[in-house]
Structures are given as structure tokens and as C-alpha cells.
């Protein structure tokens, strides 16, 4: 089976993987997870054909972490946090079983308690874990509490978990949510993973052993790579592509633009006026090939109905909520989030931020959800993409916001911060 160690590189953890016998990686999921949206992840680097490093974490082994006398609000932060990544992987259609839960490996930092799990983007991987139920029976033993009250809780939550039979993510999040409401307030400050690009910035040359970046081919707008021994012909991959190829329009020639992007800026594609594109066919024809019948069923899939998201209306958002804040760089206006969907575009009638003189947002760019305290942003198929700290945010897919997040629309840039 695979063998994982930890190791300390530029004074963080780092987790190496060695791939055995007939394992290799698979590309595709080792792209997306570079630039995954979600939390928890560590990004993954390939050195060579046999070896991985997972790069991002800020912290100490759990079991480590677990023994310094943690509350019970620290303690179902962590256990929300192991439930999200597995609803997210999920989502992904990643293989559950080559999740690592084992506590030694899953990292933690111990000042906010965020969790950094690595999962093994392998094929045929010998690496399976025991299950979520497992990973946190041996949490909670291991776990010391500052007070028999907060045991009292951690007893209480693995009872029901045991009780369960099978385990169900969202009878899990709503037990969370009734005895620790404050969890998911904690859950959208946590700070967000840098992707793989970035993180490269911060180790020097030679501070990993045996790593060479320029081995791993981070792709940013282009098809994920595949070799004949990464991808069989006859396996379907199950993560989409995440960027589309822009359209082919002709240049639009205005010298008066001051939002114009610099060259490469984020790596992005060329900028389209969006006038008249937001239901072009071309536009159409792009965003269908991006789906593939592998995520017919996940929560990739764009909603056959044009207003699905509008089905969140009824997560009102309570009225003594402290609302987050937008705030738009070009003008410094912030504006205040108080709608459970809350819509951001340039046609007046149509949105609840109203982006002027800018002709390259959509008409309705996004819209930006509230669900239990937590907030998220959609993109509604804008011609010029949206990004959250320059991770490309695909269409109709629900990206957490936490605070502090850089939100960019086209080349319209806003600053997104959550209230306490």
C-alpha cells in the first residue's frame, strides 16, 4: 500500500506519499485538487511518477493537536469541518475510500482549529480508510477536553453517530448546528487554501526532498493532462473540466476602459463584452461540453430550470443577523448582503448590487446564497467567469465565501467580509 509520511519543509508539515506496485495517479484528480474551491483539501504535487507531496497544511498531527485540552465550540469545529470535506467529496465524485482519516495524518492548526486532510488522487490505490465512523470514534478517544461538560458533549455526539447505523451527513449538521449554532459563524472565518501555484511561491528551490514543480503540470484554462498509464482509455474521468475555452469574438478595441486586465492577469482568459452574450450559442455550446455523463449526478450539474437557485428563498436570513458586506474596489461603496440570494449584475431591474460602467459583468453575474449562517456564491453562467482569490468559481456551483475573500467579476474586483 501507499506509504505516507510527515515531513517538515520551510517549518510547516508537509505529508509525502510514496505510490507502491500498481498504483499510479490519476491526472485529472490531481489538477483539480491543485485549484479545488474547497476547504479542508491539501493541494497535492507530483514529484517524478511515484511520489506525491501534499502541500497548504498550518499545523500538528491531531493527535497531537486533540490533547490541549480543546472546548466543546473547538471540538465540533473540527468534527463540522470532517463532515463538510466529506459532503464535498461527494460532490466530486471522488472515491471515499482513499480519503486518509488517519488522525496521525490528518494535520490541524492549533490556533483556529482548521483541518488539513489530504486525499489520494490514486488509481487502484492499495490505501483504503475505515470509514468516517471510524476516524471520529478515534478522534473523540484520543480528543482531551478542558471539562467533563464538553466530555459530556463529545460522549452525546458519538452516541448518536454510533446510533445511526449508517452514517447521514445531514443528520449529522443539523445535530451540530442545534447544540453548537456558533460552528458554522466559526466554519466561514477560517481561512481559505492557498491553490498549488501559489504555495509553490512560498517553498524555495530544494526546500522539499526530491521535488521538482517544474515535474508537475498545473494547468490553468487547458484540458487536465493524461498519460496512458494515468488514465485507461476505458475509464471515464469524473471530475469535469473546471475553465472553458474563451470564445473566439472579435478584439474589442477601447482604449477608455480603465478595468482592463494586465497580460496574464490570474492566468485568465481574454475578456468578452457581455452585451448581447449572455445566451449566446456559442456561450451554450462551451458551457454543455464542460459536463460530461460522468457528473450527470453531482452537484456540478447546471439546473435544468433557470431559476433553481431561486429555491433558496425560503433560508430567510433571521433579522438579527450582523449581514456581511461587499464592497466594490473601483468605487469604495459597500454594500450590505441582506437577502437570503442576493444578486450581483449590470441590468438594474434584474439585480440587488447594481454594477454601472462595466460592460463586461452579466447582466445577473452571480448571486450569493445564505444557508445556516454560511454564505456562498454562484455563478449564473456569466460570460467572463467569476473568481474567489483567483480560483476559477464554475458556473452553478455553490463556493463557500469566508471573510477577507477577493471576489472578481470579469475584471470587476470586490472585497467580501463577514460581520460579527
Avoid: W
Avoid at 474551491?37 to 491531531?62: H, N, Y
Amino acid at each position: 500500500m501507499a506509504k505516507i509520511k510527515i515531513i517538515t519543509s520551510m517549518g510547516k508539515k508537509t505529508l509525502k506519499c510514496r505510490l507502491v506496485n500498481k498504483e499510479f495517479v490519476n491526472g485529472r484528480e490531481l489538477d483539480f485538487l491543485a485549484v479545488c474551491p474547497t476547504q479542508c483539501f491539501l493541494r497535492p504535487m507530483l514529484s517524478g511518477e511515484k511520489t506525491i507531496f501534499f502541500l497548504g497544511a498550518d499545523g500538528v498531527p491531531s493527535t497531537v493537536a486533540l490533547k490541549d485540552k480543546i472546548t466543546k465550540q473547538r471540538y465540533f469545529l473540527i468534527i463540522a469541518q470532517l463532515i463538510e470535506m466529506m459532503r464535498s467529496a461527494q460532490q466530486y465524485s471522488f472515491d471515499l475510500g482513499t480519503i486518509d482519516l488517519e488522525p496521525e495524518h490528518i494535520l490541524i492548526n492549533r490556533k483556529n482549529g482548521q483541518i488539513f486532510v489530504p486525499y489520494l488522487p490514486v488509481v487502484n490505490c492499495e490505501t483504503t480508510n475505515g470509514g468516517i465512523i471510524k476516524c471520529l470514534r478515534q478522534l473523540s478517544t484520543i480528543a482531551v477536553f478542558a471539562s467533563d461538560y464538553d466530555y459530556s458533549f463529545a460522549d452525546d455526539f458519538m452516541c448518536f453517530v454510533m446510533g445511526m447505523g449508517r452514517f447521514s451527513i445531514d443528520d449529522a449538521e443539523n445535530y451540530i448546528r442545534e447544540v453548537s449554532p456558533d460552528t458554522a459563524k466559526q466554519l466561514a472565518l477560517l481561512p481559505n487554501i492557498k491553490n498549488l501555484k501559489g504555495l509553490l511561491h512560498e517553498y524555495k528551490d530544494g526546500a522539499l526532498p526530491d521535488a521538482k514543480p517544474s515535474l508537475f503540470r498545473l494547468i490553468f484554462g487547458d484540458a487536465a493532462y493524461f498519460t496512458k498509464q494515468e488514465m485507461p482509455k476505458q475509464e471515464k474521468p469524473k471530475i469535469p473540466m473546471l475553465t472553458p475555452k474563451p470564445l473566439e469574438l472579435p478584439e474589442i478595441q477601447d482604449d477608455t476602459n480603465i478595468f482592463a486586465p494586465k497580460p496574464h492577469e490570474n492566468n485568465q482568459s481574454e475578456i468578452i463584452l457581455a452585451d448581447d452574450g449572455d445566451n449566446s450559442d456559442e456561450l451554450e455550446d462551451i458551457l454543455t461540453n464542460l459536463y460530461t455523463e460522468s457528473s450527470a449526478h453531482s452537484e456540478f450539474e447546471r439546473p435544468k430550470e433557470e431559476n433553481a437557485l431561486d429555491k433558496t428563498a425560503e433560508l430567510d436570513i433571521p433579522d438579527d443577523v450582523n449581514y456581511p458586506e461587499i464592497t466594490r474596489r473601483a468605487t469604495g461603496v459597500t454594500y450590505s448582503v441582506d437577502k437570503s440570494v442576493y444578486k450581483i449584475g449590470k441590468e438594474n431591474a434584474k439585480v440587488d448590487l447594481y454594477v454601472t460602467n462595466n460592460q463586461t459583468v452579466s447582466r445577473v453575474h452571480v448571486h450569493i446564497i445564505s444557508r445556516n449562517g454560511v454564505y456562498y456564491i454562484v455563478d449564473q453562467n456569466s460570460t467572463n467567469r467569476t473568481f474567489v482569490n483567483g480560483i476559477h468559481v464554475p458556473p452553478q456551483v455553490e463556493y463557500k465565501l469566508r471573510d477577507g475573500d477577493e471576489i472578481k467579476l470579469s475584471n470587476e474586483i470586490f472585497d467580501f467580509r463577514v460581520k460579527l
